[in-house]
């Protein structure tokens, strides 16, 4: 299975927006991008996905470099609420929530 | 109501005593899951059903056992429990579709 690379943890001011990386060098041409958060005390859910285009929803944006190898999630203005750890994970299926795997992702801080 | 309920939501047992974790669905989907959650480490995939008749061994699953009772129900049961068994234990829901839907967990200690 591909992997990727998040960095540990990442802080961001309150109301700035937050670019969260992700590096997957050995994605293959079938592998679509996950991105789950899990907020303290709660279990993951679902933020954004993509394959090729970069993809926009209510909660983030997803931008995917050309050659695939990395994306970010962009989050436009950071709340309080949106301190959790986030997960980046590649599924060779078009709909992720088959056997998702999970690395240990990146822990953002929001600073008030 | 939540969509993904786990019960208990944390539970202390003994070494060597059998206890079952037990999640149920709203949701309608056909898809259930249980993970692992150790710190450092991620989540890891133990069991997972894709209907009432299916069951298949995920990455992790020595030691553990499931039970899928209805489409609403799935269960997860540690026979003799050990203290590496101590965790975070998520169940998740799916359709196919592009969501995962998990529940809040139950922390379970093994003493």
């Known amino acids: 299975d591909a992997k990727t690379t998040q960095p540990n943890s990442m802080e961001s001011n309150e109301e700035e927006p937050v670019h969260l990386p992700c590096n997957h060098s050995t994605i293959s041409g079938t592998d679509y991008i996950h991105w789950y958060r899990q907020l303290p005390s709660q279990g993951p859910e679902y933020v954004i996905h993509g394959l090729t285009s970069n993809v926009n929803n209510r909660m983030a944006s997803l931008a995917i470099a050309e050659d695939r190898k990395s994306s970010t999630l962009i989050l436009h203005r950071a709340t309080l609420r949106d301190a959790a750890v986030y997960y980046c994970?590649?599924?060779?299926?078009?709909?992720?929530?088959?056997?998702?795997?999970f690395g240990t992702g990146t822990r953002l801080t929001i600073i008030p | 109501d939540a969509d993904v309920t786990q019960t208990p939501r944390n539970r202390i047992t003994k070494t060597g005593k059998r206890i079952m974790l037990e999640c149920s669905q709203t949701k309608g989907h056909d898809r259930m899951y249980w993970y692992r959650q150790d710190p450092g480490l991620g989540l890891r995939l133990i069991y997972y059903s894709f209907d009432v008749k299916d069951i298949n061994k995920g990455e992790i699953s020595d030691g553990y056992s499931v039970s899928r009772q209805a489409q609403a129900k799935f269960s997860l049961s540690l026979e003799s429990a050990i203290p590496n068994q101590t965790a975070l234990y998520f169940c998740?829901?799916?359709?196919?579709?592009?969501?995962?839907?998990f529940g809040q967990g139950t922390r379970l200690t093994v003493v």
């Open positions: 998740a829901t799916g359709d196919g579709g592009t969501e995962a839907f």
């Open positions: 994970i590649l599924s060779d299926r078009p709909f992720g929530n088959e056997k998702l795997t």
